[in-house]
């Protein structure tokens, strides 16, 4: 069966862009903070991501001295930021469930209706069994696009009705470690997405529509971003050294 998304590496630049990501990462990777473990910058990588997540959203990023965070999408976003790790297992054999259990955590102070968390809304579901089916094996293009894509498209299909941004960058961070591109999670894409919000926006609506030139864009705005997000990675390293 042919690989559906392998005409994605025919696009211009787009083949380029995802290695120049994926080397940043790996060299990031290289950094000696990260080679005697990590798990210290991972940690810091996780909480800056889910801040910045939230606030793409419109959430108030910061977090109080007594650590009681108020701002529903925020406690959200941390909450779905301390999972991510034991997730990865039920991400790669059945993304579909650990999806579920991201909106749980993601929109447990948003949802009034508990018996609505981790449901998808009405007709997200083939076009959600496509994704599923991505994500478990049915592509082999480099990981930097396959989570472009897995980001995209979840964005564009908002499968829950709320929630869907922090549900899109969460499932977007377990695509990085389960394809190789970042094993232990030390990047933050979610800070350039944040810092450049407008064209993210811009660049995911032009994704939705399908049309080559918007695949293009957003595969192209996304390597961008783990490429940039590797940058805070290294500065996360630099501190930690």
């Known amino acids: 069966m042919s690989d559906p998304l392998a005409p994605l590496l025919d696009l211009e630049g ?27 910058t991972a ?7 889910a801040r910045a997540s939230a606030a793409i959203d419109g959430a108030d ?10 701002d529903p999408v925020l406690a959200g976003a941390l909450r779905v930021a301390e999972s991510l790790e034991s997730l990865l297992p039920t991400w790669r054999r059945a993304p579909a469930q650990a999806l579920a259990r991201i909106h749980v ?6 949802v009034a209706d508990a018996d609505a968390l981790g449901r998808p809304r009405a007709g997200a579901g083939a076009r959600l069994e496509l994704l599923t089916q991505l994500i478990t094996g049915a592509t082999s293009v480099p990981g930097p696009l396959q989570t472009a894509v897995v980001h995209g498209e979840l964005l564009a299909l908002r499968p829950f ?7 899109a960058r969460a499932a977007a961070r377990l695509t990085m470690v389960a394809t190789g591109t970042d094993p232990k999670s030390l ?8 810092r450049r919000v407008s064209h993210y926006r811009e660049a995911a609506a032009a994704f939705a529509t399908g049309e080559p030139d918007g695949v293009r864009s957003w595969l192209l705005f996304s ?9 805070e990675a290294r500065g996360i390293a630099e501190a930690a050294s």
């Open 14 to 40: 787009v083949a380029a862009a995802a290695k120049s990501a994926q080397d940043a990462v790996f060299a990031v990777h290289r950094h000696p903070a990260n080679l005697r473990g990590g798990s210290a």
């Open 61 to 70: 990023p910061g977090i109080p001295e007594d650590a009681a965070v108020k």
């Open 187 to 194: 990047t933050v894409p979610e800070v350039p997405c944040l």
């Open 223 to 231: 390597c961008e971003a783990i490429e940039k997000g590797a940058q």
């Open 105 to 110: 955590l993601a929109a447990a102070d948003l």
């Open 43 to 49: 940690a810091e990588a996780s909480v800056r991501a």
């Open 161 to 167: 009705g709320t929630a869907d941004g922090v549900v």
